[in-house]
């Protein structure tokens, strides 16, 4: 079983809906969560993080966290073609500056026009 | 500076020639990490520093890959006798204390 999960897509979103994104983790005491977005070619870019069970909302972008069930999504909401692109779910399994990210392999996203 | 600096963005290595890789984190930021992309999405981390001391070196491949971050330099990645299997793209990231890390564009690397 991997360490950090999610279903590889793609997700084929119209423009304008929601996209949802599921992660799963293995690490129960795992304490900080970040979804990256990596568009081809480029580099991950840091969208969201979230360190406490809830929701938590920027601009278009909600993460939900559960951590007894260790979930964490991201909801997209008036997609735009503009956000395809592959997500990546990270994993600290320590609530700790210098410890190392864990991947899951990320969900491909298409928004069609 | 504002964002992670790497250089060079493509290299290429003839199997068993040596790869050197550079990292100039965000200014400030105090830890420094590698990490290897491979098959698409696939993240191997490799290493941490915190400023020049090495935090966590559990994913290097200790026989060929070294790497230092030394004080006003660059950090850099070493590969010594690359391996066709090390053709990857090599990203540096940086934090500070906040626990999020910040990725530089990345150095693709070649060995043919």
């Known amino acids: 079983q991997k360490e950090v999960e999610q279903n590889s897509g793609p997700l084929s979103v119209p423009e304008g809906a929601i996209a949802s994104l599921n992660c799963t983790y293995s690490?129960?005491?795992?304490?900080?969560f970040f979804w990256y977005r990596q568009y081809s070619g480029k580099s991950p870019e840091l969208i969201m993080s979230?360190?406490?069970?809830g929701d938590k909302e920027d601009g278009r972008f909600t993460a939900q966290l559960n951590k007894a069930s260790q979930y964490v999504s991201l909801l997209i909401r008036d997609s735009q073609p503009s956000d395809s692109a592959t997500y990546l779910c990270?994993?600290?399994?320590?609530?700790?500056?210098?410890?190392?990210?864990?991947f899951g392999g990320g969900t491909r996203v298409l928004v069609k026009p | 500076g504002e964002e992670v600096a790497q250089t060079p963005k493509h290299l290429v290595r003839g199997e068993g020639q040596k790869a050197k890789l550079y990292c100039a984190p965000i200014?400030?930021?105090?830890?420094v990490f590698w990490y290897q992309q491979v098959l698409k999405n696939e993240f191997k981390f490799l290493i941490s520093?915190?400023?020049?001391?090495?935090?966590?070196e559990t994913g290097m491949p200790k026989e060929r890959f070294s790497a230092k971050c030394l004080p006003n330099s660059p950090c850099s990645l070493e590969i010594q006798a690359t391996k066709l299997e090390d053709s990857a793209v090599y990203f540096c990231?940086?934090?500070?204390?906040?626990?999020?890390?910040?990725f530089g564009p990345g150095t693709r690397l070649t060995v043919t």
């Open positions: 990270a994993v600290n399994m320590e609530r700790a500056a210098g410890n190392k990210l864990t």
């Open positions: 690490d129960r005491g795992s304490q900080s």
């Open positions: 990231a940086s934090s500070q204390i906040s626990y999020e890390q910040y």
């Open positions: 520093f915190q400023n020049e001391n090495v935090f966590d």
């Open positions: 979230i360190y406490s069970n």
């Open positions: 200014k400030g930021h105090s830890y």
